[in-house]
């Protein structure tokens, strides 16, 4: 499992009876978790000190309750020079705003902090024929941490999400993270759609990140299901990478959809064209009651060797 445990201003401090503790900042919340299978007794202090609870309804949905939580507050997470290799560089600090909306979410899943370290690598220890900025495309791109990693490394990245307000959020964690001016292009469209007019562009990318939802629309309603599209849109992807590509990451939170499909899936389709690596593995947090790692999705990645 990848383990997401350089976080500061995060941590999962207990799980039980399909709820998880987290720590946001200097903020306590209870949400709901599918994996949280295991009745634990809740010794943690942060169980009657929390300050929102999200309860998940019987009929689907649910609701937050707000006990001593701002509308919104922010977060840093600082991605780690020293997994570069040769001489470590100094931390690059990343600033989420966070804010409790629909559906459990706060504008971030702290477990894809293991990918943005992974891109940050890909991309600044690139060995690349050409001095021209690697171009990274990333796809259903959310409030953009990955977006953010591959900018600080330098790269131009062109972000797409069908949903407005999430791009707009996105533009502000660039913002809050002094990485307004970086060259990022900002694109609300539905991916398949883009990716299909880029192909007839003749567009090309070094790298291309993918965090598909299990089911979700596009801007004019176009329906997306996971299982359904995930392949095809893997092959018009590929179409899109350059002659020297640095790395694809695709992550999934779809049941079913475990580390071995998702290599089968890149395997068939991207080292199909450019041979190369793939692996695939669970993504995960520690969590502090426990010493055990809690799943929480799951990430395939190639890379050329």
Same mark, same amino acid.
């Given at each position: 499992m990848w383990i997401a445990d350089?976080?500061?201003?995060? !941590? /999962? %401090?207990d799980t039980s009876n399909g709820e998880k503790l987290e720590r946001w900042g200097q903020y306590i919340l209870v949400r709901p978790d599918p994996q949280v299978?295991?009745?634990?007794?809740? +010794?943690?202090? @942060?169980?009657?000190?929390?300050?929102g609870h999200y309860h998940r309804s019987a009929k689907g949905g649910g609701e937050w309750e707000f006990i001593s939580l701002p509308q919104e507050w922010s977060i840093r997470y600082e991605l780690n020079g020293a997994s570069l290799g040769g001489a470590a560089e100094p931390a690059i600090p990343l600033t989420f705003h966070l804010k409790p909306f629909h559906f459990k979410h706060t504008g971030l899943f702290p477990e894809q902090a293991v990918n943005w370290e992974w891109i940050y690598a890909q991309i600044k220890n690139a060995k690349r024929p050409s001095q021209n900025p690697a171009r990274i495309l990333n796809l259903f791109a959310y409030t953009g941490g990955a977006t953010l990693a591959a900018a600080a490394a330098g790269a131009h990245v062109t972000h797409v999400d069908a949903s407005k307000g999430? /791009?707009?959020w996105a533009k502000e964690n660039a913002a809050a993270s002094h990485l307004e001016n970086a060259p990022i292009r900002w694109l609300v469209d539905d991916c398949v759609k883009f990716v299909e007019r880029e192909i007839r562009r003749g567009s090309k990318y070094d790298g291309i990140i993918m965090d598909p939802p299990s089911y979700g629309r596009g801007p004019k309603g176009e329906v997306w299901k996971m299982e359904e599209g995930i392949w095809s849109l893997l092959e018009l992807s590929a179409q899109l990478l350059s002659q020297h590509p640095l790395f694809f990451l695709l992550n999934s939170? +779809? +049941? @079913? %959809? !475990?580390?071995?499909? %998702?290599s089968y899936l890149i395997n068939r389709t991207v080292a199909g064209r450019f041979g190369g690596h793939v692996i695939s593995d669970e993504i995960g947090l520690p969590v502090e009651e426990s010493g055990l790692s809690l799943p929480c999705g799951a990430s395939g990645r190639w890379t050329p060797i």
């Open positions: 350089h976080w500061k201003d995060y !941590q /999962v %401090l299978i295991w009745n634990t007794p809740h +010794t943690h202090g @942060g169980w009657k000190n929390k300050n999430m /791009v707009g939170y +779809t +049941t @079913g %959809l !475990q580390p071995a499909v %998702l």
